[in-house]
């Protein structure tokens, strides 16, 4: 009996000994790609977590990198391919880049590392689920196409070709506001720090300064040429307008209506030639003080001549700038 005992355990040891050990399967990130997502070298962020995959399908965060690519590169979607796209959950609402004078919410904020490719380059980009946050986060040189933008801009606004155009400066900064640092009558900016350029043109002999977000997708002209206000009267008028050296103006009507435009060439012409000859002049053709229903008008013209504009010049300005604004709310 104790033989047979002895030989069952010896069996049972064998094959034991023979069964292959089990290890279990780590974790496998399956990149959401519809390219070959492995020849990419980009590491994982250390402080995001990952998230179960996602189907191969373009989802919105991944399509909003690829249109905030081809804005920055001015380069048409279909010549930017896919390369990876891992969900995250990033630990704070910076989404893993750091800025300059930004604070992150401690929120957690699913999203998305999406890799892009353009040009022989691969371009990095930190998003929130649906892709209405979206911030680059390396490979972006964003500074040239900034500049494009707005020499573009101006060029159009002047009617002239950007190639006459020369960048005076380009000087990366943090403003303060959705307003990009310009204050504007009766629109309301959100107090978020946006990564931006100022930037500044030449053209005809004359600077304009212009403030940009990042990519130069938005564009605040910040050079004044003119403002106008009229307030009162018997039909009660509450209007201003401002209008800026490279052509557009804004107009605001006091109750949040407020309308923009570009100057006609002929508009431009008088205007420029305003302020080429006349000086900074602060004009006032209110009504005197007592009438009944008394109305104000008041003109700030941003000369950089020697001279005073005479009574005729001074009506000859208050009524551009009325036709103007007329014709911006027509």
């Known amino acids: ?21 089990y290890i279990p399967t780590p974790p496998t990130v399956v990149p959401v790609s519809t390219a070959v997502a492995e020849n990419t070298n980009t590491p994982m962020p250390t402080n ?11 989802n919105p965060a991944q399509q909003s990198a690829i249109a905030s690519l081809s804005s920055t590169l001015n380069l048409p979607a279909d010549q930017i391919k ?13 989404m893993g880049v750091q800025r300059m004078g930004v604070m992150c919410t401690d929120q957690q904020v699913s999203g998305f590392v999406v890799v892009l490719e353009a040009k022989g380059k691969q371009y990095e980009f930190h998003t929130n689920r649906d892709g209405s946050e979206i911030l680059p986060a390396g490979g972006i040189q964003p500074s040239g196409s900034a500049q494009d933008a707005v020499k573009n801009h101006l060029a159009s606004a002047l009617g002239i070709n950007a190639e006459q155009i020369k960048v005076v400066s380009d000087a990366e900064v943090e403003w303060p506001d959705s307003c990009l640092g310009v ?7 959100a107090m978020v720090v946006m990564p931006g350029h100022l930037i500044i043109l030449q053209a005809n002999d004359m600077e304009y300064e212009f403030h940009t977000n990042n990519d130069g997708s938005q564009i605040q002209p910040a050079t004044l040429a003119l403002t106008w206000k009229r307030s009162g009267g018997i039909a009660g008028f509450c209007d201003s307008l401002t209008v800026y050296l490279s052509g557009e103006a804004s107009g605001n009507n006091c109750k ?16 420029d030639a ?9 004009l006032d053709a ?9 109305m104000t ?19 000859a300005l208050f009524n551009w700038a009325q036709n103007l604004y007329q014709r911006i709310y027509k």
């Open 1 to 21: 009996m104790k033989k047979l005992t002895l030989l069952i355990s010896f069996f049972v040891f064998f094959l034991a000994s023979c069964t292959p050990e």
């Open 48 to 58: 995001a977590l990952l998230e179960t995959p996602t189907p191969p399908e373009l």
């Open 82 to 94: 896919l390369v990876s796209a891992v969900a995250v959950i990033w630990p704070n609402g910076c």
């Open 183 to 189: 204050a504007q009558a009766g629109a309301m900016c």
């Open 256 to 271: 949040a209506n407020i309308r923009t435009g570009n100057l006609l060439p002929a508009e431009l012409t008088q205007l």
């Open 274 to 282: 305003w302020i080429t000859q006349f000086d900074q002049s602060h």
């Open 286 to 294: 209110s009504d005197p003080v007592g009438v009944s229903d008394r």
């Open 297 to 315: 008008r008041q003109l700030v013209l941003f000369g950089r001549g020697a001279n005073q504009p005479s009574g005729a010049d001074q009506q």
